[in-house]
């Protein structure tokens, strides 16, 4: 009943403008004003998750393992020891060049007393220090090989699988495990190079995937590659995910929407443009000698969203412009403003409340 109240009283008022037009009277319209609101161009496109950073473990010594310390899956910090290979031989030989380099230094302290009492040539004091500092080379050397006989992690992450046990034979460049630093995701997108100037570092993006059915992932684009494919004609984008609740994993399949020329313009109801030919135009309301008369406009207009569409020029923020009547009114037509609650059941039942008949007059009138 209430809606039929509503309608009823909107069928009155449509009715009852073109009488009161030919008698002189105002018609009656319903004008909402100019507004500012966000706009910005978004760019649809797919892409594919990698990790931060991403290395196959290996060592660059041939020996046996015999000792592991990580386990599949593990997340390890930077610097965490995860194997190490046979060091008995290179412990021995680190030893043995300690030991020389101990030797050399007592025989050059030795060469220098001597020196002090010119009992020996300065070419005597010379190979001794000749023979500390290659005594110490060598002992460097040593302890670098001993190095490279235990893996560590270059950096903090995650492990996947290991690819060997305690007890075999690695040589140099075999793959211990793959780790990742999944803690912050890149994910690579082409985008068409039309768009190259609307997309530069720190555009934002918001990414969604399937295998996460609700969740939305938001970050910024960091770099853009630097060439255009020629068979594509497309320019491939890197954007950078934080990873906080570690959802996200390597190769995930992605759909990124891309907010560029994000700005604030203008903006008036789809409703209130009228096209004619190349043209666009509006009706504004405008107060003159008292009363408010309908003026047509010529806009240009920009981007659509939402019901909303973006006002390049023609219109100030405190205009408004007519969204419905527009059928009744001509250039110069004095126009009377009607409340859009009076479409609402209560504004019905207050209009009705009020007298129908006085609320028909004063649609006529």
């Known amino acids: 009943m209430l809606r039929m109240a509503a309608f ?9 403008a073109p009488a009161s037009a030919q008698r002189g009277g105002p018609a009656s319209v319903f004008a909402d004003p100019v507004i500012e609101r966000e706009f910005s161009r978004d760019i649809e496109a797919l892409g594919t998750l990698e990790p931060n950073e991403q290395v196959d473990l290996s060592l660059n010594a041939s020996d046996r393992i015999t000792a592991l310390y990580f386990d599949d899956g593990e997340r390890v910090r930077h610097g965490k020891t995860l194997l190490s290979l046979a060091q008995r031989e290179q412990l021995a030989l680190v030893e043995s060049a300690e030991a020389n380099v101990e030797e050399a230094a ?7 007393r001597l020196a002090d009492a010119e009992a020996v040539s300065q070419s005597e004091l010379d190979r001794a220090q000749r023979d500390l500092d290659a005594a110490q080379a060598n002992l460097r050397a040593l302890q670098s090989r001993q190095k490279d006989r235990v893996l560590v992690a270059p950096f903090d992450g995650v492990l996947g699988f290991r690819r060997v046990s305690v007890g075999s034979f690695v040589r140099p460049g075999d793959v211990v495990a793959t ?9 690579d997108f082409d985008v068409p190079s039309i ?21 939305v992932f938001e970050g910024v684009i960091e770099t853009l590659d630097n060439r255009i494919d020629p068979v594509t004609r497309a320019i491939r984008a890197r954007a950078t995910i934080p990873n906080t609740g570690l959802l996200l994993r390597s190769g995930m399949f992605m759909r ?17 443009v009228q096209p004619v030919g190349p043209k666009t135009f509006v009706w504004r309301v405008s107060e003159e000698e008292g009363a408010q008369k309908a003026r047509r406009v010529e806009v240009d207009l920009g981007q659509r969203a939402d019901g909303y569409i973006e006002v390049v020029s023609g219109l100030s923020s405190d205009d408004k412009v007519i969204t419905e009547g527009i059928i009744r009114v001509r250039e110069g037509t004095e126009v009377r403003l009607r409340e859009r609650t009076m479409l609402s059941p209560e504004g019905a039942l207050a209009g009705r409340g009020r007298g129908g008949a006085n609320g028909s007059a004063g649609a006529a009138n």
């Open 256 to 272: 990124v929407t891309v907010t560029a020329d994000p700005r604030n313009s203008l903006a008036i109801p789809e409703a209130a």
């Open 106 to 112: 007592r025989q050059l302290e030795r060469v220098v």
């Open 195 to 215: 768009f190259t100037r609307s997309i530069q570092p720190g555009t934002a993006i918001i990414a969604e995937t399937d295998d996460l059915p609700g969740e």
């Open 179 to 187: 780790l990742i630093d999944d803690s912050e995701m890149n994910l």
């Open 8 to 16: 009823a009283l909107f069928i009155a008022l449509i009715s009852a």
